[in-house]
């Protein structure tokens, strides 16, 4: 079977790194979008607010740098491992989509035992990241498990699978938080909906490339759900979804600083709405990509909030 160059898969990072990579990993690295560190981040970013919050709530201080750094790799991993299974369960629908039909399952160079293979390595990676943490982070996070393993299959049945999504990649607000301080409790159930609320903004964005090819093979998101009205709803997700990041902030007390980076959040937020254009694939992947950007604002803010 030939080798299909990265550079000529649609969705594809063009000049990554991982073109380096000898030619029997590559596939493995596209699968788990390696080139594309976007997902990861986002995956991330709760993770490291809820921990930045639980610190301030503790009195401040710099957050643990080793959970961080646990939480980064499990980022990673869990990503990686939620690609695969997202593309074991779509490589039919795959095949008959132009951005996503030269991925390594739809193009047949990875086999599916392959990718089940390579899922349970991956999954057993973020085991060993997650056994690192206290009893009730790990429960809490093998509890999301059950999101993970339906959001795939969401966009078959409701026009809302970014919201299922949210709950999937919002998870580390609660497992940062935990991590910490040993509880559940408001401020990070709070911080989750806001993450919630951020995810409805973001992937309807990102859903907008394939909203042609969604409507063909007949699968759903909310890009086919809002249509022309998408830039008002984009404008209520990410109010609300700062608001309840806010209101987390205050239930920890935390200082002004904090609240001035979920301000300059909204500008971001703002710049997204104002340039968002439903026709334009380009514009739709620069501005998904962009909330890395937006996260990163948040948490400059909760870090020194945590030193003030």
């Known amino acids: 079977m030939s080798q299909t160059s990265p550079t000529s898969i649609k969705d594809a990072v063009k000049n990554s790194w991982i073109v380096a990579l000898p030619p029997p990993f590559l596939p493995y690295a596209q699968l788990m979008r390696l080139d594309r560190p976007i997902g990861w981040w986002l995956l991330l970013l709760p993770c490291w607010w809820s921990l930045a919050l639980a610190q301030i709530a503790k009195g401040g201080g710099w957050p643990n740098f080793y959970f961080a750094v646990l939480f980064l790799i499990g980022a990673i991993v869990m990503r990686g491992a939620g690609c695969v299974l997202n593309d074991l369960a779509d490589r039919n629908i795959d095949a008959k989509v132009e951005r996503t039909r030269t991925r390594p399952l739809p193009s047949g160079r990875i086999s599916t035992k392959g990718a089940i293979i390579f899922f349970c390595v991956l999954?057993?990676?973020?085991?060993?990241?997650?056994?690192?943490?206290?009893?009730?982070?790990?429960?809490?996070?093998?509890?999301?498990?059950?999101?993970?393993?339906?959001?795939?299959?969401?966009?078959?049945?409701?026009?809302?699978?970014?919201?299922?999504?949210?709950?999937?990649?919002?998870?580390?607000?609660i497992v940062g938080w935990t991590a910490i301080t040993g509880q559940i409790s408001l401020p990070c159930l709070t911080l989750y909906a806001g993450g919630i609320l951020w995810t409805l903004a973001y992937d309807t964005i990102y859903a907008h490339q394939d909203k042609e090819d969604d409507a063909i093979v007949g699968v759903k998101s909310t890009a086919l759900l809002f249509?022309?009205?998408?830039?008002?709803?984009?404008?209520?997700?990410?109010?609300?979804?700062?608001?309840?990041?806010?209101?987390?902030?205050w239930l920890v007390s935390a200082p002004l600083i904090a609240h001035i980076g979920v301000a300059a959040a909204a500008f971001h937020a703002a710049w997204q709405i104002s340039r968002f254009d439903d026709t334009n694939a380009t514009v739709c992947l620069q501005l998904f990509r962009a909330n890395r950007n937006f996260g990163v604002i948040i948490l400059f803010g909760m870090l020194l909030g945590c030193l003030i």
Not at 148 to 153: D, I, M, Q, T
């Open 123 to 173: 999954m057993l990676t973020g085991l060993g990241v997650l056994v690192q943490f206290n009893a009730l982070t790990i429960k809490t996070a093998i509890a999301s498990l059950a999101i993970v393993a339906v959001y795939p299959f969401m966009k078959r049945i409701t026009s809302w699978p970014q919201f299922v999504l949210g709950l999937a990649f919002n998870w580390g607000a």
């Open 227 to 249: 249509g022309k009205a998408t830039a008002y709803w984009l404008a209520f997700f990410f109010a609300a979804s700062l608001a309840a990041i806010d209101i987390s902030l």
